[in-house]
C-alpha cells in the first residue's frame, strides 16, 4: 500500500462498504447505472469477518469504481451463509441509525441519471427535487434498491460544479455518505472533538426549501416546512471528498441503530485510510465508540494493513486501515 495507492490517506473516507446478499448481482446493476467499472473481485477476506464480528464463513467480494477515480469505491461484500434481512428494514429517510446513503454527482443531466438507475432496479424515495438558495441551487434524487442500499444523486444547476473537470461518465465517483443521529451534539462531538475533523458544512433549518414543502426525503409536503433539520458536513482537511454528513431531523422517527448490525444487509461501514490505526481507535474510544481490532486485513487490491473498526452509538461503522 502506497501514498500514490490511496489518494485519501488521512483525507475522508477511501470507500464505502455494503453487505448484500449477491455481490455480482448487485455490482452489475451499480455499474449499469453508475457507469462503474470492476475494480476487485474475490474472497472475502479474514479481516473483513473480524472487523465486522463475524465467523468466516466463505463469500465474496466485489469492489466497483468510477474508471477515471482513484477513491469513492463502493465494496460489496456477499459473507456465506443464510440470507438477512435489511439492517434499516422499515426505516424512512428521517429514521435514525446506521449509515443512509453514499452520495454521487449527476455529471449530466439528473434526469436522465435517475431513468438509468430506473432500468437498472432502483426506485426513487420522493421525486426529482430542485433546491435554490439564491446564490446556490441543485436537484437532487435518493434512489433505492432491494440490498436496502440508497444513494443520494446531485446535480449543481448554479454556480458551475468545479473539481470534476474531465471526468466522463454519468455520474461522479461517491464523494460524501450520510448518517441519520438521533443526538447531533454528539456526534458532532466524535467527528469534531475526538476526530479533530473539520466542519465543511453545518445547517440549522427546516426539511424544506420552501412553503411548497418539496423535499427529497420523503416527508409530506405539507409537514416538511415545519419539521426541524440539523445538518453537518465534516472530513479531517475540511473538504468535501471523503466527508461525512450527519441529519438530525424534529420529525419523531424512529431509531433503527441497535438494528445495524452485521450481518444484516444495506449500508455497513466507510473505509479510510490512516496513517496511525491505533491513533484512530483512541480517538473514536474518546468519541463514545465501540472499537473493534485491530486486526490484519488483506485490504485487495490496496495491500495489507492494521484495521481497527469503530462502531458509533448510533450504529454507523468506520474502519480505519494503516499499512
Not at 143 to 148: F, M, P, T
Not at 218 to 239: S, T
Request: aromatic letters at 8%; a negative charge; glycine letters at 14%.
Amino acid at each position: 500500500m502506497t501514498p500514490g495507492d490511496l489518494v485519501s490517506r488521512d483525507n475522508g473516507f477511501h470507500e464505502a462498504v455494503a453487505l448484500v446478499s449477491d455481490a455480482q448481482a448487485a455490482a452489475a446493476r451499480l455499474c449499469g447505472a453508475t457507469g462503474f467499472a470492476l475494480r476487485h473481485a474475490g474472497k472475502v477476506a479474514l479481516g473483513t469477518f473480524r472487523l465486522l464480528g463475524l465467523e468466516e464463513a466463505g463469500g465474496e467480494e466485489v469492489l466497483v469504481m468510477h474508471p477515471q477515480a482513484g477513491r469513492g469505491g463502493i465494496r460489496l461484500v456477499a459473507p456465506g451463509g443464510a440470507w438477512q434481512p435489511l439492517a434499516r428494514d422499515g426505516a424512512q429517510a428521517w429514521d435514525s441509525g446506521g449509515i443512509f446513503d453514499v452520495n454521487l454527482r449527476a455529471l449530466g443531466d439528473i434526469e436522465d441519471l435517475h431513468a438509468r438507475f430506473g432500468r437498472h432496479g432502483w426506485h426513487a424515495i420522493a421525486p426529482v427535487t430542485a433546491w435554490d438558495f439564491g446564490s446556490l441551487a441543485v436537484k437532487e434524487v435518493i434512489e433505492r434498491d432491494s440490498e436496502g442500499l440508497e444513494i443520494a444523486l446531485m446535480q449543481r444547476i448554479r454556480p458551475p460544479l468545479t473539481g470534476y473537470e474531465g471526468l466522463e461518465g454519468p455520474a461522479s465517483w461517491v464523494f460524501n455518505s450520510t448518517q441519520i443521529v438521533p443526538d447531533f451534539a454528539a456526534a458532532r462531538r466524535l467527528y469534531v472533538d475526538a476526530l479533530g475533523w473539520l466542519p465543511v458544512q453545518e445547517t440549522d433549518g427546516f426539511a424544506a426549501g420552501d412553503a411548497s414543502g418539496e423535499n427529497c426525503m420523503g416527508l409530506p409536503p405539507g409537514l416538511a416546512p415545519g419539521v426541524p433539520m440539523r445538518i453537518g458536513i465534516y472530513q479531517a482537511q475540511g473538504a468535501m471528498a471523503g466527508s461525512v454528513e450527519i441529519i438530525a431531523f424534529g420529525a419523531g422517527g424512529r431509531d433503527f441503530s441497535a438494528q445495524t448490525v452485521p450481518p444484516r444487509r444495506g449500508w455497513t461501514a466507510l473505509r479510510f485510510a490512516v496513517a496511525d490505526a491505533d491513533d484512530f481507535a483512541r480517538r473514536t474510544a474518546d468519541g463514545g465508540c465501540e472499537v473493534v481490532g485491530p486486526v490484519e486485513l488483506d485490504w485487495a487490491p490496496w495491500g495489507g494493513g492494521r484495521a481497527v473498526a469503530a462502531i458509533t452509538p448510533w450504529g454507523a461503522r468506520l474502519e480505519a486501515i494503516a499499512a
